[in-house]
């Protein structure tokens, strides 16, 4: 049987605001777009992003979320994914420097 697994997303942050381009990377996400049936970030769906590359690589775009750190979750008809560390993914609040400007501080895992 072949096991669905995340072994990476990058970038490791995004805003609370929504609207990261994110990668996944892993084994066994799906053998086309239609074969996907879940896709979640911190557990938020996102599956309507979904930009199918390969069964090893997925992109999506994430939507505005409270803050938190959890897991980028793959379903696909043959099951779901097994994230272990390697999916989590952090969404932190905009942070603001005296000229009011947006930045986002990355942090990594």
Do not use: W
Not at 7 to 20: A, F, H, I, L, Y
Not at 31 to 51: A, Q
Not at 70 to 96: R, Y
């Amino acid at each position: 049987m072949n096991v669905v697994q995340v072994t990476g997303v990058s970038p490791k942050e995004g805003s609370v605001e929504g609207g990261t381009r994110l990668t996944i990377r892993g084994s066994n996400l799906g053998r086309n777009k239609e074969d996907v049936i879940g896709l979640y970030v911190c557990g938020s769906n996102v599956l309507s992003s979904l930009e199918y590359i390969s069964a090893s690589k997925l992109v999506c775009t994430t939507k505005p979320h409270k803050q938190c750190v959890g897991n980028v979750t793959v379903e696909t008809q043959v099951g779901l994914s097994d994230t272990g560390n390697a999916g989590c993914f952090f969404i932190s609040p905009p942070t603001f420097y005296a000229n009011n400007k947006f930045i986002l501080n990355l942090l990594f895992f």
